[in-house]
C-alpha cells in the first residue's frame, strides 16, 4: 500500500505560479508510475499530466503543455507538478495517483491503484 500527501496548493492570482509536490511513503515509489489529475466542483476528475517511473517519459494534456511541467525526485520519494501561467479555469482540487501497469496509457483514474487527498488550487481573475 502506498500513501500519497499533496502538498502546495493555495490561493494565487491569475498568471502566478504554484508548485505542487506528491510524498509518497514507500521506497518503491520509484518504480511506480505517476499522474496528476484535477477534479473542479461539479465536474469529472481530469487528468493533467503523468510520468515513467524513472522521469524520462512524461505526457501531458494538452491545456498543461507549454504551461506545466511534471518532474520526480525517487532519492525524496516525489514527484512535482510545476504550474506557470495558471488561469482561472485551473481552479480545481488537484490528485495525485501511483500505479504500476505499464499497459495502460495513464491517462484515465482507473489506470492508477493509490492516490492521495489532493491539493486546492484557486487562481482568482
Known amino acids: 500500500q502506498v500513501q500519497l500527501v499533496e502538498s502546495g496548493g493555495g490561493l494565487v492570482q491569475a498568471g502566478g505560479s504554484l508548485r505542487l509536490s506528491c510524498t509518497a511513503s514507500e521506497r518503491t515509489f520509484s518504480t511506480y508510475r505517476v499522474g496528476w489529475f484535477r477534479q473542479a466542483p461539479g465536474k469529472e476528475r481530469e487528468f493533467v499530466a503523468r510520468?515513467?517511473?524513472?522521469?524520462?517519459?512524461?505526457l501531458y494534456k494538452e491545456f498543461a503543455k507549454g504551461r506545466f511541467t511534471i518532474s520526480r525526485d525517487n532519492a525524496k520519494n516525489t514527484v512535482f507538478l510545476q504550474m506557470n501561467s495558471l488561469k482561472p479555469e485551473d481552479t480545481a482540487v488537484y490528485h495525485c495517483?501511483?500505479?504500476?501497469?505499464?499497459?495502460?496509457?495513464?491517462?484515465?483514474?482507473?489506470?492508477?491503484?493509490?492516490w492521495g487527498q489532493g491539493t486546492q488550487v484557486t487562481v482568482s481573475s
Open positions: 510520468i515513467s517511473s524513472s522521469g524520462g517519459v512524461t
Open positions: 495517483a501511483a500505479g504500476f501497469n505499464m499497459r495502460v496509457a495513464g491517462a484515465a483514474p482507473s489506470d492508477y491503484a493509490f
